[in-house]
Nanobody, 121 residues
Framework: QVQVVESGGGLVQAGDSLRLSCAAS?????MAWFRQAPGKEREFTAL????????RYKDYVKGRFTISRDNAKNTVYLQMNSLKPEDTAVYYC?????????????????WGQGTQVTVSS
């Protein structure tokens, strides 16, 4: 069983930066961030392979968000720059116990409780 815990959310202004962290308690392979805005479905944001060599991003965050990981700390990060009000959402970290570089939620067996990110205009 892998425990996943996110941290780092908060209230910021448009144009600001924020870094989310996700600590996993066990061995993981692909890890990803998803987000869910009020009244909308959960959507893929970014993923990273087990060794950090491959990353994938949803189009609307390319060039602004960067996913990275430190396997020595079992932690994944999401650096979010140039934040926009439309980035406001609960951000969820997800972990998979195998590698496929899939952006589909079903690939990920373990999920955190989420961390709120609010961007004011």
């Amino acid at each position: 069983q892998v425990q996943v815990v996110e941290s780092g959310g908060g209230l910021v202004q448009a144009g600001d930066s924020l870094r989310l962290s996700c600590a996993a308690s066990g061995r993981t392979y692909d890890m990803a961030w998803f987000r869910q805005a009020p009244g909308k479905e959960r959507e893929f944001t970014a993923l990273i392979s087990w060794n950090g060599g491959d990353t994938r991003y949803k189009d609307y965050v390319k060039g602004r968000f960067t996913i990275s990981r430190d396997n020595a700390k079992n932690t994944v990060y999401l650096q979010m720059n140039s934040l926009k009000p439309e980035d406001t959402a609960v951000y969820y970290c997800a972990a998979s116990t195998y590698s496929s570089l899939s952006a589909h939620p079903s690939h990920y067996s373990y999920w955190g409780q989420g961390t709120q990110v609010t961007v004011s205009s």
